[in-house]
């Protein structure tokens, strides 16, 4: 294969150096940095003041005789215990090592490291009275990357991610084990050893200020936000390419008609088909008198409609991100004149909703997506291409079976679109008779937005097979670039081979941003 268009960049752009947690709040951006990107993380000055002001107002209450929920008690339904000074160090370490009871398969190195940057934000905020010291132990962890090892099973998405942050905190006691920056597994003890971090004896406070947040469902909101704001585009790109295959309209997604219904996503979306279609010869061809042609069927006209309402939604979905973003989700939590007071705010209905809503459009963006390819593999609604674009139909067999990897993928989102969050059981013997299960939301998300990068590789792939056949015609300049990108992986119409790598690269393609890059530069 020829090496890739220089017009196309396959990088994806560079992320910051450094995310600095204090004065300024947290972003998506710094999110996805930090825990996809690698960045490293600083504490400022105001982060550093905000805790110790809240940490004197701990060690007060820890020395005053009155009990205090969090800081002289038991937790949750042990909550009616007094604790004496001489036990609390017990009283955190048997919190962290009893609550880190997860279970399964280990969660992604990126979905760890947002959960902890996020925890990190939250005990700079001043309302968690933690130590100065315990945070910038965390911040630690994070830039020497190590990550610890958290299973998937735990979390009822409410009294934070238990089970998830309590394995990060067992890791900051030098329990447990993690994943270094080699990859590899290794008791934490050593890891810290290695990197010269001194493991932490937890104060008052300070195991539920490690422990009750929502950190982990943000992070995966958060990431899943940037992952489909790209697939969204993408989708637009594949589903103008396969209208241009099928010699569809580019009149219906006429700036005048979609203003007929203001919705901002619907806008976009059409305009970026638009755009992808500007001049086209192969749209050319049949805009005459002699066009008999009517309406293009749904998955075509009806493109904008379809992904404008999911960039809508995932609009909605950014707000609460965000909103989540500035949020000091702990409980109890620390106020500003010093007293320490029991909330509810570690529930986790906001994100789960969201993340739940999100997997909605996930599968209808895909479910169009596959209509639009199947119509371009089947002779009686394909305006004249080869039966499943093969070489020699009967001989060969084309697109058929990608077409058919496409279609499992969308019963399975299907199913992942079913909400987590309509679903409660109760805990702690009574105590927490309502959560949001908004872990599990996140979980069957991050499988949605795979299945649908992957569903939107096989659009393109047989899309671009379809331009080619159109020969001598010419696609538009963007849809054009496109397919010479992809043609750099993937070689053009020809008999049958095996097509579960083209469909892969495809994949890497549309992952690294090559395609969406390729677009801004055509």
């Given at each position: 294969?020829?090496?890739?268009?220089?017009?196309?960049?396959?990088?994806?752009?560079?992320?910051?150096?450094?995310?600095?947690?204090?004065?300024?709040?947290?972003?998506?951006?710094?999110?996805?940095?930090?825990?996809?990107?690698?960045?490293?993380?600083?504490?400022?000055?105001?982060?550093?003041?905000?805790?110790?002001?809240?940490?004197?107002?701990?060690?007060?209450?820890?020395?005053?005789?009155?009990?205090?929920?969090?800081?002289?008690?038991?937790?949750?339904?042990?909550?009616?215990?007094?604790?004496?000074?001489?036990?609390?160090?017990?009283?955190?370490?048997?919190?962290?090592?009893?609550?880190?009871?997860?279970?399964?398969?280990?969660?992604?190195?990126?979905?760890?490291?947002?959960?902890?940057?996020?925890?990190?934000?939250?005990?700079?905020?001043?309302?968690?009275?933690?130590?100065?010291?315990?945070?910038?132990?965390?911040?630690?962890?994070?830039?020497?990357?190590?990550?610890?090892?958290?299973?998937?099973?735990?979390?009822?998405?409410?009294?934070?991610?238990?089970?998830?942050?309590?394995?990060?905190?067992?890791?900051?006691?030098?329990?447990?084990?993690?994943?270094?920056?080699?990859?590899?597994?290794?008791?934490?003890?050593?890891?810290?050893?290695?990197?010269?971090?001194?493991?932490?004896?937890?104060?008052?406070?300070?195991?539920?200020?490690?422990?009750?947040?929502?950190d982990g469902m943000l992070g995966m909101l958060a990431l899943a936000i940037r992952d489909l704001a790209a697939l969204l585009d993408v989708a637009d790109l594949t589903a103008?390419?396969?209208?241009?295959?099928?010699?569809?309209?580019?009149?219906?997604?006429?700036?005048?008609?979609?203003?007929?219904?203001?919705?901002?996503?619907?806008?976009?979306?059409?305009?970026?088909m638009r755009e992808a279609l500007a001049g086209s010869e192969i749209v050319a061809s049949h805009r005459g008198p002699d066009c008999t042609r009517v309406q293009d069927a749904?998955?075509?006209?009806?493109?904008?409609?379809?992904?404008?309402?999911?960039?809508?939604?995932?609009?909605?979905?950014?707000?609460?991100?965000?909103?989540?973003?500035?949020?000091?989700?702990?409980?109890?939590?620390?106020?500003?004149?010093?007293?320490?007071?029991?909330?509810?705010?570690?529930?986790?209905?906001?994100?789960?909703?969201?993340?739940?809503?999100?997997?909605?459009?996930?599968?209808?963006?895909?479910?169009?997506?596959?209509?639009?390819?199947?119509?371009?593999?089947?002779?009686?609604?394909?305006?004249?291409?080869?039966?499943?674009?093969?070489?020699?139909?009967?001989?060969?067999?084309?697109?058929?079976?990608?077409?058919?990897?496409?279609?499992?993928?969308?019963?399975?989102?299907?199913?992942?679109?079913?909400?987590?969050?309509?679903?409660?059981?109760?805990?702690?013997?009574?105590?927490?008779?309502?959560?949001?299960?908004?872990?599990?939301?996140?979980?069957?998300?991050?499988?949605?937005?795979?299945?649908?990068?992957?569903?939107?590789?096989?659009?393109?792939?047989?899309?671009?097979?379809?331009?080619?056949?159109?020969?001598?015609?010419?696609?538009?300049?963007?849809?054009?670039?496109?397919?010479?990108?992809?043609?750099?992986?993937?070689?053009?119409?020809?008999?049958?081979?095996?097509?579960?790598?083209?469909?892969?690269?495809?994949?890497?393609?549309?992952?690294?941003?090559?395609?969406?890059?390729?677009?801004?530069?055509?």
């Open positions: 294969m020829s090496p890739p268009s220089t017009r196309c960049n396959e990088d994806m752009p560079n992320e910051p150096n450094e995310v600095v947690i204090g004065s300024a709040p947290l972003t998506r951006d710094g999110v996805v940095a930090v825990a996809r990107g690698g960045a490293p993380v600083a504490v400022d000055a105001v982060a550093r003041k905000n805790v110790a002001t809240a940490r004197a107002h701990v060690d007060a209450l820890a020395d005053a005789t009155t009990p205090s929920y969090g800081v002289s008690t038991g937790f949750g339904a042990l909550a009616v215990r007094s604790i004496p000074p001489e036990r609390r160090a017990d009283l955190q370490r048997s919190l962290i090592r009893s609550h880190a009871a997860g279970a399964g398969p280990a969660v992604e190195t990126e979905v760890v490291r947002a959960l902890m940057l996020l925890r990190l934000r939250t005990l700079t905020t001043g309302h968690t009275g933690v130590r100065t010291s315990t945070v910038d132990a965390l911040a630690a962890l994070l830039n020497a990357g190590i990550t610890p090892v958290v299973p998937e099973y735990g979390s009822l998405g409410c009294s934070g991610d238990l089970a998830p942050l309590s394995a990060v905190a067992l890791a900051l006691m030098g329990e447990g084990e993690v994943v270094g920056p080699d990859g590899a597994t290794r008791p934490a003890t050593d890891a810290l050893r290695d990197a010269g971090i001194t493991p932490v004896t937890l104060a008052e406070k300070e195991g539920l200020a490690l422990t009750n947040g929502t103008a390419m396969s209208v241009e295959a099928q010699l569809g309209t580019d009149r219906v997604f006429a700036e005048d008609l979609q203003a007929l219904r203001p919705h901002p996503g619907q806008a976009v979306s059409a305009r970026r749904y998955s075509l006209r009806c493109a904008p409609q379809v992904h404008g309402a999911a960039r809508d939604t995932l609009a909605h979905a950014e707000a609460v991100a965000d909103r989540e973003l500035v949020s000091a989700v702990d409980n109890p939590v620390v106020l500003a004149d010093g007293r320490v007071e029991s909330n509810g705010n570690f529930h986790g209905s906001p994100l789960g909703y969201v993340l739940d809503f999100l997997a909605i459009p996930v599968a209808d963006v895909a479910s169009i997506a596959e209509r639009r390819t199947d119509r371009m593999l089947d002779v009686a609604r394909s305006h004249g291409l080869p039966a499943f674009l093969a070489e020699d139909p009967g001989v060969d067999s084309g697109h058929m079976i990608a077409q058919y990897t496409q279609a499992g993928i969308v019963s399975e989102l299907k199913r992942l679109a079913t909400p987590s969050s309509v679903d409660s059981i109760p805990s702690s013997a009574m105590q927490e008779d309502h959560v949001s299960m908004g872990w599990s939301a996140a979980r069957k998300l991050r499988r949605g937005v795979d299945g649908l990068r992957t569903v939107l590789a096989v659009e393109l792939l047989t899309a671009a097979r379809a331009l080619d056949l159109r020969a001598p015609l010419r696609p538009a300049p963007v849809t054009g670039a496109v397919r010479d990108l992809l043609r750099t992986r993937v070689g053009g119409p020809g008999p049958d081979r095996h097509l579960a790598p083209e469909i892969a690269a495809a994949e890497e393609l549309i992952a690294s941003g090559a395609v969406q890059s390729c677009v801004e530069e055509a």
